[in-house]
């Protein structure tokens, strides 16, 4: 992975050739599977589903040219690295990236840009966990990226093993609620008791799973204690994602206690 921040060469687009130069590198290998990743809307996106990295380039050349706009020029530059990276070109991407970044990246593209770069090198071999994850704070959390932005933490923290924190960001994701609970449940099982206070002290929107569990394993032993003790759960957390998907386990234990 480049250290982010170090100058390089110079970036100069100043012919088409050199342009179109990224996108005639060949097949680039396969990365292995990144999470599901929804695209941000923040910033303008191509509309036309035919469109091609190549159209974008050669789009950056032309404003350039015309207007020295180079914010504008810049954008484009990175809606044509996005493409390759939904294309499962990341290298292409991060070729586009590493010219970008020498000319200075506009203050308005700054969370764009380390979005994309996160997403450019997130299966990249090598790569330091610690400066993505830190890349990822520079992500301006809107509406529109605050859930992409919680999938690559989660995934993130989940291949460090911190799987606290992979459990407290995938609850601010777009996944579906059963998907949702079943993955921060099966983080939340998988941490010794002894660590569940101080991970509800540190994440306290992990408090409702962490209860949960103390439940299950405190009435274990007493079906009938269990299902009183899990209907006023439900009644504490109406409405919270957990109550709306009780994990699997949970259901069949409640199961058994109504036999």
Not at 187 to 211: C, H, K, M, N
Not at 228 to 242: C, S
Request: aromatic share 8%; glycine share 4%; hydrophobic share 40%.
């Amino acid at each position: 992975m480049p250290h982010f921040g170090h100058a390089g060469k110079r970036f100069a687009l100043t012919t088409l050739s050199s342009i179109l130069l990224l996108a005639g590198c060949g097949s680039t290998p396969k990365q292995s599977e990144a999470p599901r990743i929804a695209t941000p809307k923040a910033i303008e996106r191509p509309t036309d589903t035919g469109l091609t990295p190549e159209h974008k380039l050669v789009e950056a050349k032309e404003i350039w040219a015309k207007t020295r706009n180079k914010a504008r020029r810049d954008e484009l530059l990175l809606n044509a690295a996005e493409l390759y990276l939904s294309q499962d070109k990341p290298i292409l991407a991060q070729q586009i990236l590493f010219e970008v970044k020498q000319d200075g990246i506009p203050n308005e593209l700054e969370s764009y840009y380390a979005l994309l770069m996160v997403k450019a090198y997130v299966d990249a071999p090598s790569t330091s966990i610690d400066d993505l994850l830190a890349m990822l704070e520079r992500v301006t959390e809107n509406q529109d990226t605050v859930a992409e932005k919680a999938t690559l933490q989660a995934y993130l923290f989940s291949k460090k093993g911190n799987y606290a924190a992979a459990a407290n960001s995938t609850l601010k994701t777009d996944l579906p609620d059963e998907e949702k609970v079943r993955n921060v449940w099966e983080w939340i099982t998988s941490v010794p008791s002894r660590e569940l206070s101080q991970i509800g002290r540190q994440y306290s929107a992990l408090s409702p799973f962490i209860t949960l569990r103390q439940l299950t394993e405190q009435y274990a032993a007493s079906p009938q204690e269990f299902n009183n003790n899990l209907a006023q759960f439900r009644q504490v957390y109406r409405g919270h994602v957990i109550t709306n998907a009780l994990p699997q386990e949970v259901l069949d234990a409640a199961t058994i206690s109504d036999a």
